[in-house]
């Protein structure tokens, strides 16, 4: 699976509060990625 961060100030970092969400494949049903959710915060 293919994990995504945010990109802030040229560095690579999850979301502040950790949260995250997951890209369905619809041919598979399966997780194809998970990326950090942003928030105002970030």
């Known amino acids: 699976m293919h994990e995504v961060s945010l990109l802030i100030d040229g560095v ?22 998970r990326a950090a959710a942003a928030t105002l915060a970030d």
């Open 12 to 33: 690579s970092r999850g979301a502040s509060d950790d949260a995250t969400f997951d890209r369905i494949d619809p041919a598979t049903g399966q997780v194809a990625s």
